[in-house]
């Protein structure tokens, strides 16, 4: 099922260590790519030029965009680097890394809420899929860790990163931008094993919407898987083209 990722993951640990020019290069792409597409599936109006000008030039964007907008890209970013650097310390996922991750992306935007739990139930527009009460989240959040801890040594990395990323927007445990860390996380888990920074595309929001809702609703994680392979076999393309593969 995963041959051919595996595959592109062994030609790329073999040009590995890359340069640092070429390191530097994938990451202000992919920084701008991830913060661009994660965002605008989750309604972000910012364009991918006006997300590149925010984090590369550091200019605020007018013509009648929000502040929260600005702040859901400088965010974003953020949390991007914090998870390089857990990468570089070898941290595992935690409750604390998942809080200290969401207050990253929500900070400034509702600080109230940013790095805890719902205190209150809530309803997914669009979806059957109704998230268990608000008291149950710091339970399943313990058993989502638990379940990820004796999980990693068996699963695939790709089949582990995808169920995580299920679980968690299963659960739905904070009140906003469940979505995003859900993205963010799956990412923690891909970059530990060394594939490359993942990006679900805003263009593929619909398949990847129907994938999470089937996920939920029949417990059946194929179509998800393929939404996550493609997005996948899609940055090894973009890291093989910037080495000159």
Request: hydrophobic letters at 35%; glycine letters at 4%; aromatic letters at 10%.
């Amino acid at each position: 099922m995963f041959k051919e990722l595996e595959e592109k993951k062994q030609r790329l640990d073999e040009k590995r260590p890359l340069s640092k020019e070429k390191i530097t290069q994938l990451k202000q792409y992919f920084d701008v790519e991830f913060t661009y597409n994660s965002n605008a599936i989750e309604g972000n109006t910012l364009s991918l030029r006006e997300t590149k000008v925010i984090l590369e030039d550091g200019i605020t964007v007018g013509k009648g965009k929000s502040l929260r907008e600005h702040l859901e890209v400088i965010n974003h970013k953020e949390a991007i680097d914090y998870i390089e650097n857990l990468i570089k310390e070898n941290a595992d996922i935690s409750e604390k890394i998942i809080k200290e991750v969401h207050y990253l992306v929500l900070k400034g935007i509702d600080n109230e809420n940013a790095g805890k739990y719902r205190t209150s139930n809530v309803l997914i527009s669009g979806s059957d899929h109704k998230p268990p009460e608000h008291y149950l989240v710091p339970e399943k959040m313990e058993k989502l860790v638990s379940w990820y801890k004796n999980k990693k040594n068996e699963l695939h990395t790709v089949d582990l990163a995808t169920y995580f990323h299920h679980h968690l927007t299963y659960i739905h445990p904070f009140i906003d931008v469940n979505g995003r860390l859900a993205r963010l996380l799956m990412n923690l888990l891909l970059l530990q094993d060394g594939y490359p920074l993942t990006v679900i595309k805003a263009e593929d929001r619909e398949s990847y919407m129907e994938a999470l809702e089937f996920a939920s609703t029949e417990e059946d994680y194929s179509k998800l898987l393929e939404v996550i392979k493609k997005a996948i076999n899609d940055s090894f393309e973009t890291y093989f083209y910037v080495i000159g593969e």
